[in-house]
C-alpha cells in the first residue's frame, strides 16, 4: 500500500491532507503511552492496599517469565548456580 501511494503524487497528496486531520499528539504517542495514562488514572482513586495487590501480580508475572524463559533465572530460584 505504501509503495503504491509512494509512486502515485496524487494519492500521496490525498493520503497527507488525511494524514494531517489526525491530532498530532495521536499520530506520535503510541497505545502503550496512553494504556499507561489510563492505568495512572485509575491507580489515583485505589487504596493503598489496592496498590500494592497490584504491583505485586505485575512483579510476579516479571518473575515467572524470568523463570519460564530464562536458563540464568530458573538455575538461580533453584540455588544451582552458585554450585
Not at 493503598?48 to 530464562?70: C, G, N, P, R, S
Amino acid at each position: 500500500m505504501k509503495k503504491l501511494i509512494k509512486n502515485n503524487k496524487y494519492l500521496e497528496n490525498i493520503a497527507r491532507k488525511i494524514y494531517s486531520f489526525i491530532p498530532y499528539d495521536k499520530r506520535k504517542l503510541d497505545k502503550y503511552f496512553y494504556e499507561f495514562t489510563t492505568l495512572l488514572k485509575e491507580s489515583e482513586k485505589k487504596s493503598l492496599e489496592e496498590v500494592k495487590a497490584y504491583q505485586f501480580k505485575k512483579l510476579k508475572e516479571m518473575v515467572d517469565i524470568a523463570y519460564y524463559h530464562t536458563g540464568f533465572y530458573k538455575k538461580y530460584i533453584h540455588g544451582e548456580l552458585y554450585k
